[in-house]
Protein backbone atom coordinates (compact mmCIF):
# COMPACT_ATOMS: atom_id res chain seq x y z
CA UNK A 1 0.00 0.00 0.00
CA UNK A 2 3.05 2.23 0.77
CA UNK A 3 4.22 1.68 -2.68
CA UNK A 4 1.09 2.47 -4.30
CA UNK A 5 0.52 5.49 -2.47
CA UNK A 6 4.00 6.81 -3.36
CA UNK A 7 3.01 6.02 -6.82
CA UNK A 8 0.06 8.05 -6.98
CA UNK A 9 1.36 10.65 -5.18
CA UNK A 10 4.33 10.90 -7.48
CA UNK A 11 1.84 11.60 -10.41
CA UNK A 12 1.55 15.25 -9.65
CA UNK A 13 4.78 15.74 -8.69
CA UNK A 14 5.83 14.62 -12.77
CA UNK A 15 3.11 16.80 -14.16
CA UNK A 16 4.38 19.75 -12.12
CA UNK A 17 8.43 18.43 -12.93
CA UNK A 18 7.29 18.35 -16.78
CA UNK A 19 5.55 22.19 -16.32
CA UNK A 20 8.48 23.61 -15.33
CA UNK A 21 10.90 22.17 -17.42
CA UNK A 22 8.79 23.23 -20.52
CA UNK A 23 8.87 26.99 -18.79
CA UNK A 24 12.94 26.87 -18.42
CA UNK A 25 12.44 25.68 -22.09
CA UNK A 26 10.21 28.37 -23.25
CA UNK A 27 12.70 31.27 -21.16
CA UNK A 28 15.74 29.90 -22.49
CA UNK A 29 14.46 30.07 -26.09
CA UNK A 30 12.82 33.31 -25.59
CA UNK A 31 16.32 34.50 -24.35
CA UNK A 32 18.27 32.85 -27.35
CA UNK A 33 16.00 34.73 -29.80
CA UNK A 34 16.29 37.78 -28.08
CA UNK A 35 20.07 37.46 -27.90
CA UNK A 36 19.82 36.48 -31.81
CA UNK A 37 17.48 39.32 -32.25
CA UNK A 38 19.81 41.83 -30.64
CA UNK A 39 22.56 40.44 -32.46
CA UNK A 40 20.88 41.70 -35.40
CA UNK A 41 19.79 44.24 -34.14
CA UNK A 42 23.71 45.55 -33.42
CA UNK A 43 24.80 44.78 -36.38
CA UNK A 44 23.64 48.11 -37.59
CA UNK A 45 26.19 50.71 -37.28
CA UNK A 46 25.81 53.03 -34.90
CA UNK A 47 28.73 54.82 -34.28
CA UNK A 48 32.50 55.39 -35.44
CA UNK A 49 34.44 53.43 -33.06
CA UNK A 50 37.28 54.75 -31.12
CA UNK A 51 40.25 52.85 -32.86
CA UNK A 52 38.13 54.42 -36.65
CA UNK A 53 38.43 57.51 -35.04
CA UNK A 54 42.14 57.41 -34.49
CA UNK A 55 43.18 56.37 -37.60
CA UNK A 56 40.58 59.43 -39.51
CA UNK A 57 42.94 61.99 -37.15
CA UNK A 58 45.64 60.68 -38.63
CA UNK A 59 44.53 60.90 -42.16
CA UNK A 60 42.84 64.39 -41.40
CA UNK A 61 46.73 65.72 -39.29
CA UNK A 62 48.54 64.29 -42.32
CA UNK A 63 46.14 65.62 -44.73
CA UNK A 64 46.16 68.99 -43.90
CA UNK A 65 49.18 69.42 -43.08
CA UNK A 66 50.26 68.36 -46.92
CA UNK A 67 47.72 71.67 -47.64
CA UNK A 68 50.38 74.15 -46.18
CA UNK A 69 51.66 76.78 -48.23
CA UNK A 70 50.68 79.42 -50.43
CA UNK A 71 47.51 79.51 -52.42
CA UNK A 72 48.42 78.70 -55.95
CA UNK A 73 45.92 79.87 -58.92
CA UNK A 74 46.92 76.82 -60.41
CA UNK A 75 46.09 74.55 -58.20
CA UNK A 76 42.38 73.04 -59.23
CA UNK A 77 41.77 71.85 -55.24
CA UNK A 78 42.27 75.35 -53.45
CA UNK A 79 42.41 73.90 -50.28
CA UNK A 80 45.83 75.62 -49.04
CA UNK A 81 46.62 77.53 -46.37
CA UNK A 82 49.53 80.03 -45.97
CA UNK A 83 50.37 79.11 -42.60
CA UNK A 84 50.63 75.99 -40.77
CA UNK A 85 47.13 76.54 -39.67
CA UNK A 86 46.19 73.14 -38.10
CA UNK A 87 49.97 73.40 -35.52
CA UNK A 88 47.55 77.03 -34.65
CA UNK A 89 44.62 75.07 -34.07
CA UNK A 90 43.32 74.67 -30.60
CA UNK A 91 41.24 71.40 -31.38
CA UNK A 92 43.65 69.11 -32.98
CA UNK A 93 41.40 66.49 -35.54
CA UNK A 94 42.03 63.83 -32.71
CA UNK A 95 40.57 66.22 -30.38
CA UNK A 96 37.52 66.64 -31.92
CA UNK A 97 33.98 65.40 -30.41
CA UNK A 98 31.67 63.02 -32.72
CA UNK A 99 28.15 63.78 -32.38
CA UNK A 100 25.44 61.89 -34.63
CA UNK A 101 21.90 62.84 -35.79
CA UNK A 102 19.46 61.08 -37.81
CA UNK A 103 17.96 62.29 -41.27
CA UNK A 104 14.39 63.23 -40.93
CA UNK A 105 14.05 63.24 -37.29
CA UNK A 106 11.89 65.70 -35.31
CA UNK A 107 14.59 68.97 -35.30
CA UNK A 108 16.64 67.39 -38.25
CA UNK A 109 14.01 67.65 -41.14
CA UNK A 110 16.57 69.77 -43.24
CA UNK A 111 19.00 66.96 -43.46
CA UNK A 112 18.02 64.71 -45.58
CA UNK A 113 20.00 61.01 -45.56
CA UNK A 114 22.08 62.48 -48.02
CA UNK A 115 23.58 64.67 -46.04
CA UNK A 116 26.42 62.51 -44.12
CA UNK A 117 28.11 65.17 -42.02
CA UNK A 118 28.83 68.53 -41.13
CA UNK A 119 30.89 70.80 -38.99
CA UNK A 120 31.24 74.90 -38.55
CA UNK A 121 33.44 76.91 -40.03
CA UNK A 122 36.67 77.64 -37.96
CA UNK A 123 35.20 75.57 -35.51
CA UNK A 124 39.02 74.42 -34.79
CA UNK A 125 39.47 77.73 -33.35
CA UNK A 126 38.91 78.42 -29.41
CA UNK A 127 39.18 81.98 -30.40
CA UNK A 128 39.20 84.53 -33.84
CA UNK A 129 41.55 83.68 -36.51
CA UNK A 130 42.44 85.70 -39.28
CA UNK A 131 43.11 82.85 -41.98
CA UNK A 132 44.84 83.53 -45.94
CA UNK A 133 45.06 87.34 -44.55
CA UNK A 134 41.04 87.53 -44.92
CA UNK A 135 38.19 87.21 -42.62
CA UNK A 136 35.35 84.91 -43.42
CA UNK A 137 31.44 84.55 -43.36
CA UNK A 138 30.85 82.53 -40.20
CA UNK A 139 33.90 83.42 -37.76
CA UNK A 140 32.60 83.51 -34.61
CA UNK A 141 33.59 82.24 -31.99
CA UNK A 142 30.53 79.63 -31.06
CA UNK A 143 30.90 77.62 -27.47
CA UNK A 144 28.26 75.38 -29.14
CA UNK A 145 29.75 74.51 -32.20
CA UNK A 146 33.34 74.48 -31.07
CA UNK A 147 35.91 71.38 -31.94
CA UNK A 148 33.04 69.08 -32.56
CA UNK A 149 31.75 67.52 -35.73
CA UNK A 150 28.35 65.54 -36.72
CA UNK A 151 27.68 62.60 -38.68
CA UNK A 152 24.71 61.00 -39.98
CA UNK A 153 23.44 57.74 -38.72
CA UNK A 154 21.22 56.95 -41.57
CA UNK A 155 23.64 57.78 -44.46
CA UNK A 156 24.13 54.92 -46.75
CA UNK A 157 28.15 55.21 -46.51
CA UNK A 158 28.12 54.96 -42.81
CA UNK A 159 25.56 51.62 -42.80
CA UNK A 160 27.31 50.22 -45.45
CA UNK A 161 30.61 50.45 -43.27
CA UNK A 162 32.33 52.38 -45.92
CA UNK A 163 34.99 53.38 -43.46
CA UNK A 164 37.35 55.20 -46.11
CA UNK A 165 34.78 57.01 -47.02
CA UNK A 166 33.85 58.47 -43.67
CA UNK A 167 36.89 59.16 -43.15
CA UNK A 168 37.18 61.26 -46.39
CA UNK A 169 34.56 63.38 -44.75
CA UNK A 170 35.91 63.31 -41.28
CA UNK A 171 38.97 64.95 -43.33
CA UNK A 172 36.36 67.23 -44.76
CA UNK A 173 34.32 68.36 -42.02
CA UNK A 174 37.71 69.03 -40.28
CA UNK A 175 38.83 71.38 -43.31
CA UNK A 176 35.33 73.62 -42.41
CA UNK A 177 36.41 73.24 -39.27
CA UNK A 178 40.03 75.08 -40.24
CA UNK A 179 38.06 77.46 -41.66
CA UNK A 180 37.40 76.03 -45.45
CA UNK A 181 34.35 76.49 -47.28
CA UNK A 182 33.64 74.16 -50.29
CA UNK A 183 35.06 73.94 -53.47
CA UNK A 184 34.07 72.78 -56.84
CA UNK A 185 37.17 70.75 -57.64
CA UNK A 186 37.57 66.97 -57.46
CA UNK A 187 40.58 67.21 -56.53
CA UNK A 188 39.85 68.84 -53.02
CA UNK A 189 38.15 67.23 -50.09
CA UNK A 190 36.34 70.23 -49.98
CA UNK A 191 34.04 69.39 -52.88
CA UNK A 192 30.58 69.53 -51.61
CA UNK A 193 29.19 66.09 -52.73
CA UNK A 194 31.92 63.55 -51.80
CA UNK A 195 30.74 60.84 -53.69
CA UNK A 196 33.42 58.17 -53.13
CA UNK A 197 35.28 59.30 -56.16
CA UNK A 198 37.68 62.13 -55.13
CA UNK A 199 40.94 62.32 -57.11
CA UNK A 200 42.57 63.01 -53.93
CA UNK A 201 45.85 61.50 -52.03
CA UNK A 202 44.26 60.81 -48.87
CA UNK A 203 45.03 57.99 -46.50
CA UNK A 204 42.05 57.10 -45.99
CA UNK A 205 42.01 53.99 -48.73
CA UNK A 206 45.10 52.47 -47.42
CA UNK A 207 43.99 53.08 -43.79
CA UNK A 208 40.28 51.33 -44.38
CA UNK A 209 41.05 49.24 -47.09
ZN1 LIG B 1 31.04 70.38 -46.30
Same mark, same amino acid.
Given at each position: ??????????????????????????????????????????????????????????????? +???????????????????????????????????? /???????????????????????????????? $????????? /? $???? /???? +????????????????????????????????????????????????????????????
Amino acid at each position: MKTINAQTNSRPSNAISLFFIALLVLVLATVIFGYLFSATAHAVRTRISVDERKLMSYAARDY +WHSRMGPPNKDDLSRDRFATDIISLASCQPRNAKIL /YFYSGGTGYKKYNSNTVGFAFIKAAFGKEVVL $NGQARENTY /Y $NAKT /YCKM +WFNRNNKAFQDGKMWLMCEIYIHEYGHMLGLNHVDSRQSVMIASNDGKLDINTRCKSLFP
